[in-house]
C-alpha cells in the first residue's frame, strides 16, 4: 500500500502569476529602483528573467538576485 498524499496548495498558474505580477508593480519599483516599469511589465514575474536583470543592473551574483527575488515573491505573491 502506498502512504495517504498530503493536500499541498496548488501551485498557482501562469495568468494568476501575471495577474498578481502586474497588481505588485509599485512594490517592485521600489524594490528594484534601477528597472524600469517597462522592463518589469515585460518580464511578468519570470523569476529566472527577474533574478538575472536584477544581477546585471544591481552588479551582484546570482545567488543573491534569486534570494531577493525570492523573498520579494514570498512576500508580494504568497
Not at 57 to 77: G, S
Amino acid at each position: 500500500m502506498h502512504p495517504p498524499l498530503e493536500r499541498t496548495r496548488a501551485l498557482p498558474g501562469a495568468n494568476e502569476i501575471k495577474g498578481r505580477w502586474k497588481q505588485r508593480l509599485g512594490a517592485a519599483k521600489l524594490t528594484w529602483a534601477r528597472i524600469s516599469e517597462a522592463e518589469l511589465l515585460t518580464l511578468e514575474g519570470h523569476e529566472q528573467k527577474l533574478s538575472g536583470l536584477i544581477q546585471e543592473r544591481y552588479a551582484i551574483t546570482r545567488d543573491e538576485a534569486i534570494a531577493q527575488v525570492r523573498a520579494f515573491f514570498n512576500k508580494h505573491l504568497p
